[in-house]
Structures are given as structure tokens and as C-alpha cells.
């Protein structure tokens, strides 16, 4: 998953070549009909009027859009203030997500390049190891966590009973926990690219740099780094972009007051609290948010390609 | 590896922290995993070992609601699975075989975009698109966006492969006098095997996986097995919901072993 | 040759965009022939072998076998099969499997086809692997299983794309030897790729030259060696001393022609298609083994005069580097076998003689 770029294949002419368009079809239509044009008619549907009972009125209006950045007031006659709780919300996704980044990044690293350093036996199990959570439901995993915990959860029991603590610790619905299941969600995601890149680095360039007297951090820093970066890149965006419109982790986690956009974004399509406009809007911001770190790193990956 | 380049590849304390991450990734696993042999039905005090709530998955009042829960994963996993894996592939020939053309960059992305794009926005967007055109949401609806969100998933893995396969496999095929569809599937297809099974793997998990969408487009009246779950965890964690959980995670590490033994022994196509 | 024509191509232009990788190539390949396209890597040599095969196509000219135009047929439908560089033998069938292939493609009744793939294992003497699979076998064994694929069909023309470059140098010769057997056997038109010209040399019964998408020479071994045409294969060919020089005086082909220290020599004009007039400029060439050391004994003066640089002993044979008074250098060749061989020193003053009627001229 490491690559967003396209293969080259270096045989140019096969004989598969003059049929590509044909055999590209089915998932261009299958893409187009079923994710092209529903992003766009979303789009289409964050310009519409709200409709009570879910669903939208076709009328132009801007009123998703308003209600995200600016506050009228409760009739809409005070003069204009900017609206923070959604713009908190949204903050609030960003600064999670890049903490799960950081802390990902942090742990992931080092294990990545631990593993890329064993020998090919125990390589494969530590590869293995890493890749089954990647494969579990991602629900179970974070119900794990919550049941892990929670306040009469394990994990207080234990430290109790070890004498540690003297009252439960109160993790579940605070941004403690939900930091906790976003960072433990996607601690693979970072993993394996990372490694990717590392089991591809040539060690003898350490060496090198052992060679003409840098210390081992600086060879690290000034030439590991360096070299494994798209790897590095890879896994951040990895992290980053599911955490960021991440859904399980605050909503069975963070509870009511630990918001995400995930959940806000939810909670417009269910029931008759809906507003599918607003909704809307919000997805489109989520997804702008999304594109702009697709092109930095789009960028940032043509340019180590240079 | 000699003793000092060893040496010079070691960083301190990187050892440890591959072991915390060892730790940090399996011990919710395992706790839910032990608590679900627990006999007590306080959840968090050990009464003995005991496979009771496992029992009750099968056979308790709720059996019947999770039996209907799984048949509809199962059955929607199956079928998203071999229509994105047969959609994947044609995909990844046309991609590594076709040559460089204009638009290749735009079509790469084009089949990713469901990985690129946040689940939930996907999410969103095909409940409004469905809405829009009036299309029914129910077992179908599920079916539709699984295949699409499967897609890459089973792409990835197959084009990967098919990267490694000479070109020259289908060029002596069709030197042979075979036609293009006999070149495929006589050995194009055979070598690239593994790399199917692969993607039909992750694709079916995937499907199988799939809380955020399925939540979204299922409508009322169906349930998958994440969503039964999600539904039976907002009640509050009950014992019989880790046994559930334990027996999912099995699959989970059968899934990965079976495609770990795949990838090992179909290993470097042609190399000979 | 009296043979009736394999393959006739006809001014064939190759473009990739805007390069062309194959500019007006016209070559007649007779029936029977071991014929090798000879060249360095990205000459075109691979390009014009994938064209007959039906892997690529022509952007201009035509492609005929056996007197039918096939430029338009795919490669399924044309009676050509390839050896590959690789091999390429289907990793996940057995001998067997692999040269029946074409035979199941082309439906031969199941009993002919068994037939002729024990002839074809037999022709390769691989009987006893016929239940192998291809990553059982070695490397010289997987290149004679591909021979016997591509035979097996019975083509009318068998292409072979540098096979012997995958096998280690020992082996490589053996197999030479076994390819040309089994050319002989087979009794088919052999059209062979390489870019080892001692391979093209030894094997092939006429070989094209072939340098920047365009053919430099076509001829046998003998002619391609010691008459080349143009200063390319003079230089690609084997080893050669290419010394500047005008053209004094002619009598048809014969040319006489101006050498560095002022001596005349008489070379001949190996390209017999153009005339050259008197002061037209170009090289004369000599292979290192036709230039002879003048002893003391001698009492003459050769027609080239210098001062030796260095020795290089190559086992047979000594390489001696001669530096002419103008700053151009030659190499000769000296046998080791001589006894009487006392080689100059360095910086000793020599004499060196061209044999009679060894001595060619290229003019570009």
C-alpha cells in the first residue's frame, strides 16, 4: 500500500497493450458511477436546503456552509460571529490525528527498522506479527481497547490490585482515549511501509558513514532518514488521512464531548436530528482537507523521484 | 554479517521498542480474548474458565439475530470479493501491460481513490447517491459499495506481482499460436495465481471488516456482523460479544496465515 | 545461394514517437540459412527480430514470408516461433507441457502431438526431463526445452533473441555447437540475435551487421571480417588498425592508396557498390595479425615506421602497441609459439611490413 505511483514496467509492448482500454472499463465505470459521481452530487448536495425528516429540498442555498463558519444567533438577526464549535471539531481531528501521527511515527520507526534488521528467519515472524492486527476488524480492536480501559476495565483492576493506583483511572470518553484507540488503530499502517523502505536500504552506506567518522545518530539522521523518507512519508498519510475521518475510535471512546469530525458527520445522516446539507459540507471539507495532504505528498514524492 | 557491520546497525534501545509495540498491539486482543472463557458474568472478575459465552453465541437469545448477521457478511463478502478481484485484475493487466499512454497517472489514481478517499466521506457520498436516484438501500446497496471500496484492495496485490512477471510469458504464449484470452488463461493466470488469491483475500477481509459504509447504506431492517456487533456494544460490552470477537479475530489470523503460506511459496514468478 | 527466399523485408522504418529505431532496412534471408543479426545493444537488431516475429509492428515497408505479406497477421497467426533471452518456459507446466503447447494452440490431434514432442526431446536430448518441471532443470537444459518448444510446431522460420547470453561461458560454447546441429537437423531458416560477434562468426552462414537502426553489412563470416565495408564494422569486427589516409591513385577496386610516413600501399575497396576518386579521404585497415615486425636480419624497410610503446602478453600470443611518428598508433599481434621470439623494447625504433593484399580501405 506504500505506493501511490504508477508502476513502470519496463517491457513497454505487450500483448495485452492495444486491449488496455478495455480492460480498464469495468473499473473505471465501477469507480465513476459508484464514487465519482456520488462525491459529486455530495457536493451538489452541500448547496441544497435541508430537509426535516433527512434528505434534502432542491434548492440552492448556502445555509450548510453558513451554519459550519458563522453564528447568527438563534434566529439569525445578531450580527455575524464566527462559529467555533464546528471549526473546534475540526481542530480538534487535526490536532488527533497528528498526535496519532507523531506517536505512531515514534514507536513505528524503531520497530520498523528492528525488523528489517533480523536476519531473514525471525524477520518473517516479527512481519507476521505485525500484519495480523493490521487484518482484524478494526471494531473489534477498538471494542477491545474500550473493554481494556474502561473504569471496572482490566487494566484498572490490575494496576489496583498491584497497589499503583488507589482509584479507577478515568481514560474512557476523554481525548486521552481516544488518542489511545486512533494511535492503536493504525500502528501498522506506519509499520509496514516503513519497513518496506529500510529492508530495500543498502547497509554498507552506513558503514560508509561509520567509515568517515559520523557517530551513529548522525549517520542515522544524515543518511538512514534521508533515504527511507518516502517510506516515512508513506506510513504518515497512512496514519494520518483514516485518523482524521476516523469514526470507531471517538464515538465508542471519546463519547459525547471528545467530538471528531467522523462522528459530527455521522450524526447528520441518523435520525431526525439529520441535517444531510450540513452533512455534506462537512464531508466535502473533511475531503478538501484530504486532497491537500494527497498533493503535499504527491509533491513531496516527485520530487525524491527527481 | 560480521560482528562490527552488525554492530553498526544496532541502535540502542530499538529492540525494546519493537517489543512495546509487540505488546501494545496484542494485549487488548488477548485480554478480550481470555475474558471470553471467563465463567463470571461480572466481565471483569475471573470466575474460572469456561466456554459458556461461546454457548451463547450459537444458541443464546441472540443467536438467531448474529446468525442472519453472518450469513449476510459471509454471502456479501463472497460476492464483493470475486467481482472486485475479477474487476482488479483486468485492472492490473491493463495498467502493467498497456504500455505508457496519456492518462495512466489519472487512472492509477482513479482506481485508488476509494483507499484515498476517508471512508466515512465515501460513506456519505454513496448514501446521498443512492437516495438521489431513489435506489433502495438494503443487501444490495451493501453489495454495490463493497465492490467498489474492494477494488483497490485486491488491485494492489495482484499488480504487484504482475510487475515481477516477464512480458514475455504471454509473448511466447501467443508466439505459440494461442489467443490473447488462452494467453491469459492458460499462462498468464496460472503465474499469477498467488497475486489473485492474495487480493481476493484482502478484498473478502475487507468486505468482512466493513463497519463505516455498511452502517451508512444498509438502511433499516439489515444487519451485517460489524454492525450487530457495533449495535450490541452501544448496550454496553457483554461476554458473549467477546466470544464473538475471539472467534472473528481467528478468522482474521487464518486469513493472514493462508495469505502469509501464499505469498511464501508462489514467491518470484519465473525466477528460475 | 539457389535457395528460395524465408524472409524478404522490405525498406521497413521503425518509430517509437519521435525516435526510429529502424531507418529503411531491406534484407532477403534464404531458406535454410543460419542468418544473424549482429550488433551492439540498441541497434535495432531486437526490434527488427520482434517484427517478423509479430511483436511489434512497422510503421513503414513490408514483411514477407515465403513470398505472402504477413506485416498485417499477429504473431498467433504467423508460422514464426522465438527462442527467448530468457526463455521464458512456463513455469507452471512441465517439459512436456511447455513443447506441447503450441501444438495444443494449433490443435494437432493429441496422438501426432505426443509424437512429435518425443521427437522434438529427442532432437534436444532431454527424453529423460520430460516430466520435469522447469525450475528443475539447468540452465543450458531450460534453453534447449525453449529450442524445443519453438520447434515443435514446425515453423517455417525460428527466431532467436540472443539465447545462449543467459548461460556461463563454458556452456555458451557447447550450446553453440548443439545449435548448429540441431539447425542442420531441423533443416529450417534460423534468423539468430546476438551482440557476441565470435558467436555470429562461428555459427551463422550470413550475418547483417547491423549499427543505429540502419544494416551495415551483409555477408558471410569471411567476407564481414576480412573485407569490411565501412569503418563500423571494421571497428565492431574484431581488432583493427585503422590508419587515415587518401586514395592516390585507382584501377577499378584497387586503390592505391597513401600512408602515414609517406609510403604507398596497394588496399583493396571492400565496398564495391561506390567508386572512389583519386584524393577521396578514409582509413586504411589492417588486422593486427597482417602486420608483420621487420628483424634486423631483414635489411629493409617496411612501409610503416615507429617507436614500440608497450607489450601485452595474452597467453598465445604477445599484443605489441607501435606509435608512428604522426601520433597514431597500430597494434600487432606476435605468436608466442615463435622461438626465435625476441620481442623489441620499449622505445626501441621497428619497421613493421603489411602482408601483401591483407591491407582494405573504408572510407567513412
Redesign the interface.
Known amino acids: 500500500m506504500a505506493g501511490f505511483n504508477p508502476g513502470n514496467n519496463a517491457s513497454g509492448g505487450s500483448v495485452f497493450a492495444d486491449m488496455r482500454h478495455r480492460l480498464l472499463m469495468p473499473s473505471w465505470i465501477t469507480i465513476g458511477v459508484l464514487l465519482v459521481i456520488p462525491v459529486l452530487l455530495m457536493l451538489v448536495y452541500s448547496f441544497l436546503t435541508k430537509e426535516f425528516r433527512g434528505g434534502v429540498i432542491w434548492e440552492f442555498s448556502l445555509a450548510a456552509y453558513d451554519q459550519f463558519f458563522f453564528d447568527r444567533g438563534l434566529f439569525g438577526d445578531e450580527p455575524v460571529k464566527i462559529e467555533w464549535t464546528y471549526l473546534t471539531i475540526f481542530a480538534r481531528s487535526i490536532v488527533q490525528a497528528a498526535l496519532a501521527t507523531f506517536f505512531c511515527l515514534l514507536i513505528g520507526f524503531p520497530t520498523a527498522y528492528y525488523i528489517a534488521t533480523r536476519p531473514a528467519s525471525t524477520r518473517a515472524f516479527w512481519l507476521f506479527m505485525i500484519t495480523v492486527p493490521y487484518w482484524v476488524n478494526l471494531l473489534i480492536r477498538t471494542v477491545s481497547m474500550k473493554f481494556l480501559i474502561r473504569d471496572t476495565g482490566p487494566l484498572n483492576h490490575w494496576l489496583m490490585q498491584a497497589g499503583i493506583l488507589s482509584e479507577p483511572l478515568h481514560l474512557i470518553n476523554t481525548n486521552i482515549a481516544v488518542q489511545l484507540g486512533l494511535f492503536y488503530s493504525y500502528l501498522p499502517f506506519m509499520v509496514l511501509p516503513i519497513y518496506a523502505s529500510v529492508e530495500r536500504f543498502d547497509f554498507a552506506l552506513l558503514e560508509a558513514a561509520n567509515d568517515l567518522y559520523a557517530k551513529r545518530w548522525t549517520a542515522m539522521r544524515r543518511i538512514l532518514i534521508p533515504v527511507v523518507k518516502p517510506g516515512i512519508i508513506a506510513g504518515c498519510i497512512l496514519v494520518f488521512v483514516p485518523s482524521l475521518g476516523a469514526f470507531l475510535a471517538p464515538d465508542l471512546l471519546g463519547g459525547a464531548k471528545n467530538f471528531m469530525i467522523g462522528s459530527l458527520i455521522e450524526e447528520q445522516f441518523k435520525g431526525s436530528a439529520g441535517n444531510w446539507p450540513f452533512g455534506a459540507a462537512a464531508s466535502m471539507i473533511l475531503l478538501s482537507l484530504v486532497l491537500l495532504v494527497l498533493m503535499f505528498y504527491a509533491r513531496s514524492d516527485a520530487r525524491s523521484a527527481r | 554479517m560480521s560482528t562490527a557491520?552488525a554492530r553498526?546497525?544496532?541502535?540502542p534501545?530499538?529492540?525494546i521498542?519493537?517489543l512495546?509495540?509487540?505488546v501494545?498491539?496484542?494485549?487488548?486482543?488477548l485480554?478480550?480474548m481470555v475474558?471470553s472463557f471467563n465463567d463470571s458474568t461480572s466481565?471483569?472478575q475471573w470466575g474460572g474458565f469456561s466456554l459458556r459465552w461461546y454457548k451463547e453465541v450459537f444458541t443464546g437469545v441472540e443467536a438467531a439475530k448474529f446468525k442472519v448477521a453472518a450469513w449476510n457478511s459471509i454471502s456479501i463478502a463472497l460476492m464483493a470479493t470475486i467481482a472486485a478481484t475479477?474487476?482488479?485484475t483486468?485492472?492490473a493487466?491493463?495498467?502493467?501491460?498497456?504500455?505508457?499512454?496519456r492518462g495512466?497517472?489519472a487512472?492509477?489514481?482513479?482506481?485508488?481513490?476509494?483507499?484515498?478517499?476517508?471512508?466515512?466521506?465515501?460513506a456519505?457520498?454513496?448514501?446521498?447517491?443512492f437516495?438521489?436516484i431513489g435506489f433502495k438501500t438494503g443487501y444490495l446497496s451493501i453489495l454495490?459499495?463493497h465492490?467498489?471500496f474492494c477494488?483497490p484492495f485486491a488491485?494492489?496485490p495482484i499488480?504487484?506481482r504482475l510487475?515481477g512477471i516477464?512480458?514475455?510469458?504471454?509473448?511466447?504464449?501467443?508466439?505459440?499460436?494461442?489467443?490473447?484470452w488462452?494467453?491469459?488463461r492458460?499462462?498468464l493466470l496460472?503465474?499469477l495465481l498467488p497475486g489473485v488469491i492474495s487480493g481476493a483475500l484482502l478484498a473478502f477481509?475487507i468486505s468482512?471488516?466493513d463497519?463505516?459504509i455498511t452502517?451508512?447504506v444498509k438502511g433499516a431492517g439489515i444487519e451485517t456482523l460489524?454492525t450487530a456487533?457495533?449495535g450490541a456494544?452501544k448496550q454496553g460490552?457483554k461476554p458473549n460479544?467477546?466470544a464473538i470477537?475471539s472467534l472473528?479475530?481467528l478468522v482474521?489470523?487464518v486469513?493472514?496465515t493462508v495469505s502469509?503460506w501464499i505469498g511464501?511459496t508462489g514467491n518470484k514468478?519465473?525466477d528460475? | 545461394m539457389g535457395r528460395g527466399v524465408a524472409v524478404a523485408l522490405s525498406h521497413v522504418r521503425k518509430q517509437y514517437g519521435s525516435a526510429t529505431a529502424l531507418h529503411d532496412v531491406s534484407l532477403t534471408i534464404h531458406d535454410k540459412e543460419f542468418f544473424t543479426l549482429l550488433g551492439p545493444s540498441g541497434c535495432g537488431k531486437t526490434t527488427l527480430l520482434r517484427i517478423i516475429a509479430g511483436f511489434e509492428s512497422v510503421s513503414d515497408g513490408t514483411v514477407q514470408l515465403h513470398g505472402k505479406e504477413i506485416a498485417d497477421l499477429p504473431a498467433n497467426a504467423r508460422p514464426v516461433n522465438t527462442v527467448f533471452q530468457q526463455y521464458s518456459l512456463f513455469p507452471h507446466m512441465s517439459v512436456t507441457d511447455n513443447v506441447l503447447f503450441g501444438l495444443q494452440m494449433r490443435k494437432v490431434p493429441a496422438a501426432k502431438a505426443r509424437q512429435r514432442v518425443k521427437a522434438m526431446l529427442e532432437l534436444v536430448q532431454l527424453e529423460d526431463f520430460a516430466q520435469r518441471m522447469p525450475a528443475q532443470l539447468s540452465g543450458g537444459q531450460q534453453q534447449r526445452v525453449a529450442l524445443a518448444r519453438a520447434l515443435a510446431p514446425e515453423p517455417e522460420v525460428l527466431l532467436l533473441d540472443e539465447p545462449l547470453s543467459a548461460l556461463d561461458l563454458k556452456l555458451r560454447q557447447a550450446m553453440r555447437i548443439e545449435l548448429k546441429q540441431i539447425q542442420e537437423e531441423a533443416g529450417i531458416t534460423f534468423i539468430f540475435v546476438t551482440h557476441d560477434q565470435e558467436e555470429a562468426l562461428t555459427l551463422s552462414d550470413r550475418i547483417a551487421v547491423m549499427s543505429a537502426g540502419a544494416i551495415q553489412q551483409v555477408g558471410t563470416s569471411h567476407d564481414i571480417y576480412e573485407s569490411p565495408v565501412n569503418r563500423f564494422v571494421a571497428d565492431f569486427i574484431g581488432e583493427s588498425n585503422l590508419l587515415e589516409s587518401r586514395v592516390l591513385a585507382h584501377d577499378k577496386h584497387q586503390l592505391t592508396c597513401a600512408l602515414p610516413g609517406g609510403a604507398e600501399v596497394q588496399a583493396q575497396l571492400s565496398d564495391t557498390s561506390i567508386e572512389l576518386p583519386v584524393g577521396s579521404s578514409g582509413y586504411v585497415c589492417v588486422r593486427p595479425e597482417k602486420l608483420r615486425l621487420l628483424l634486423a636480419t631483414d635489411q629493409r624497410n617496411g612501409v610503416l615506421q615507429g617507436v614500440v610503446g608497450r607489450h601485452i602478453y595474452l597467453g598465445t600470443d604477445t599484443q605489441l602497441v607501435v606509435h608512428l611518428p604522426d601520433g597514431q598508433r597500430v597494434q600487432l599481434r606476435c605468436q608466442n609459439a615463435q622461438q626465435n621470439a625476441q620481442l623489441p623494447e620499449p622505445g626501441e625504433r621497428v619497421s613493421l611490413d603489411i602482408e601483401p593484399g591483407s591491407a582494405r580501405f573504408v572510407s567513412h
Open positions: 557491520s553498526i546497525r544496532a541502535y534501545g530499538f529492540g521498542v519493537a512495546l509495540c509487540l501494545l498491539l496484542y494485549a487488548p486482543l485480554v478480550v475474558y466481565i471483569t475479477t474487476i482488479a483486468s485492472a493487466i491493463g495498467m502493467t501491460r498497456g504500455g505508457l499512454w495512466k497517472a487512472s492509477f489514481a482513479l482506481i485508488n481513490l476509494p483507499i484515498m478517499v476517508p471512508e466515512i466521506v465515501t456519505v457520498a454513496t448514501l446521498i447517491f437516495s438521489a454495490l459499495a465492490i467498489v477494488i488491485y494492489l499488480a504487484a510487475q516477464n512480458s514475455s510469458f504471454e509473448e511466447a504464449a501467443i508466439d505459440l499460436y494461442a489467443t490473447r488462452q494467453a491469459f492458460y499462462v496460472p503465474i477481509i468482512l471488516d463497519f463505516i452502517n451508512f460489524p456487533i457495533f456494544v460490552i460479544i467477546m470477537s472473528m479475530l482474521s489470523v486469513f493472514v502469509w511464501r514468478p519465473g528460475t
